[in-house]
């Protein structure tokens, strides 16, 4: 009983915090609502019902601006969202702008956030997935508390009612008779017996819900991985024990079924191979889809060890998330290997990878002609094609856990003049941020961390006002049709591809600007303290460049 008492209130927090981003679960956007230039960061809450705490820092506000904020859940389109929250003007801080939205269910959601000032209204769309990944139970002080208040609750009715059949029977002066001390004795049981039944009904009905919740709660998609050094093939697949107990839940609907995979940049699945502990090897990979479950790639010649896998998947429904596993490549058979002749090669032209130095270490650990020493805030680092790249922020400056960041970095060419860049994957950078126990990593864009397929099913499904059901194409002819698209979008050349994957999309401070395209920034807002590293990707005279940079969090 006391069981039942204590767990009716607040709860302490068992962090999961992994779906589209790993132990970083605010979303950041940076881009345009309208006419009007804004930086929303967006903290989700990790139990539902909860609320998620929205913040606009907006570019030249004036006086009389107004922001609002409203969740608008893919399963249900704009036709069945709440009204949207007025957000409250900062009196300290020109421009921002905060609000709490309530996500009232789980699912694919995003934040609506509207602009009305004296150029018109602007909305933009930023998604964020609802999901609980944490529980929580009460302090015991607290549960104490409530048990003995209770108890003497209980007690007290106890009372109340026996007395109501036995003395409250009574005349001015009469005493107590033996029927009625029987009635009173009588009385009490009673009452005893039927609180104790809406207690033990409350018991049954908390542990039930506590149950489905549990059973319900956020779980990252478990995969397994072989490895063939002969050849060098990876082959990814998703765990179908799992899949199959969540499409017997009442919520395994098409926010977890693979059928319902759909491109992000291009790609089904962007994944990222990362040398364990070290961090000195970092690798960018698209494996190409097998079956609904299945995914194969080819590696390129990783130096042997252990690997942290990062794979990122988007679906239909917009929901995107993070798939974690590990992988151990033996050095002495993989080096034997070197690429049979008539190997049916299953890299992506888009692959790439480097080697830099160990975090925090000045020297190589893996030499190799792909090397690259790792740069630090303020110095110049020399790319291996003589292009430089700049982390723009004074040596010395801090970065704080918490607060919202614009990472800028600015690429030079040979002649230290501004490198002329080019999209690669529809965008003008990629960076990856990991921290070095591997506890929190990122996939971020110039605009932000939010995922850019997420971003158009929720706009296709908001441009779509009927019932989900109509909306929803069988899941065969669905993944047919994704296949074929995406072997469309390998055959185009690259200039056709990013102009496909680039319109109508927020590309950030740094997207169709093309005389500022060799300076880039990423919003981002650092979960912990603690050492980092960030990886920046570009292109430029058609390679991809990539570079690396640590960072300390205070």
């Given at each position: ?138 302090p015991a002080g607290l549960g104490w ?268 060419d040979e002649n230290r003049k501004p ?6 994957l529809g965008m003008m950078a990629h ?124």
């Amino acid at each position: 009983m006391k069981k039942f008492l204590i767990s009716i209130g607040l709860l302490i927090s068992l962090a999961v915090n992994v779906w589209a981003h790993v132990g970083s679960p605010g979303v950041t956007f940076e881009g345009d609502a309208g006419p009007y230039k804004l930086i929303a960061n967006i903290n989700p809450p990790d139990v539902i019902p909860g609320t998620a705490a929205v913040t606009v820092y907006l570019e030249g506000a004036v006086r009389g601006t107004q922001v609002t904020a409203r969740p608008v859940y893919w399963s249900v389109g704009a036709d069945g969202t709440p009204k949207a929250d007025a957000a409250e003007p900062s009196v300290t801080e020109p421009g921002r702008f905060d609000v709490k939205v309530w996500f009232m269910s789980t699912g694919t959601s995003s934040i609506e956030i509207t602009v009305n000032g004296p150029q018109g209204k602007g909305t933009v769309v930023v998604p964020v997935m609802a999901v609980s990944t944490a529980k929580r139970t009460m302090p015991a002080g607290l549960g104490w508390g409530l048990f003995v208040m209770a108890t003497f609750l209980v007690m007290l009715m106890v009372s109340i009612i026996s007395s109501s059949v036995s003395d409250s029977q009574l005349n001015p002066a009469e005493s107590l008779t033996k029927r009625l001390r029987r009635r009173r004795v009588t009385g009490a049981v009673g009452a005893l017996l039927v609180l104790g039944l809406i207690l033990w009904g409350g018991y049954s009905w908390w542990n039930a819900a506590a149950a489905s919740y549990n059973k319900y709660l956020y779980r990252p998609l478990q995969a397994n991985n072989t490895f063939n050094s002969q050849n060098g093939l990876l082959k990814f697949t998703i765990d179908t024990a799992q899949l199959n107990e969540l499409s017997r839940s009442r919520r395994g609907n098409i926010t977890r079924k693979m059928n319902y995979l759909v491109p992000d940049h291009g790609k089904l699945m962007h994944m990222f191979l990362v040398k364990a502990n070290a961090l000195d090897v970092f690798a960018h990979l698209h494996p190409r889809r097998a079956d609904s479950v299945t995914f194969v790639t080819q590696l390129p010649e990783l130096p042997a060890g252990k690997y942290w896998i990062y794979a990122d998947i988007t679906r239909l429904s917009g929901f995107a998330e993070t798939i974690i596993d590990t992988l151990n490549i033996p050095e002495t058979i993989y080096r034997q290997a070197s690429n049979p002749s008539g190997l049916n090669r299953v890299a992506d032209e888009d692959d790439t990878y480097f080697i830099t130095n160990a975090v925090n270490g000045k020297n190589f650990t893996q030499p190799s002609v792909n090397a690259i020493m790792c740069g630090a805030p303020g110095v110049e680092t020399k790319l291996k094609d003589g292009t430089s790249a700049i982390w723009v922020q004074k040596p010395g400056q801090e970065l704080k856990a918490g607060e919202l960041t614009e990472l800028t970095f600015e690429m030079l060419d040979e002649n230290r003049k501004p490198a002329k860049l080019e999209p690669y994957l529809g965008m003008m950078a990629h960076a990856v941020i990991l921290k070095d126990d591997g506890s929190v990593y990122i996939h971020l864009h110039p605009s932000g961390s939010y995922s850019m397929g997420s971003q158009k099913a929720l706009l296709d499904r908001m441009a779509f006002h009927q019932p989900l059901d109509k909306y929803l194409p069988a899941p065969v002819a669905f993944a047919d049709s994704v296949n074929r698209m995406v072997a469309r979008l390998d055959a185009m050349s690259e200039g056709e591809r990013n102009q496909l994957l680039m319109a109508g999309m927020e590309h950030g401070n740094a997207g169709g600007n093309e005389h500022n395209a060799h300076q880039i920034s990423f919003p981002y807002t650092f979960p912990q303290s603690g050492k980092y590293r960030i990886w920046v990707q570009t292109k430029r005279n058609g390679k991809i460049l990539n570079s690396a940079f640590d960072a300390e969090v205070k």
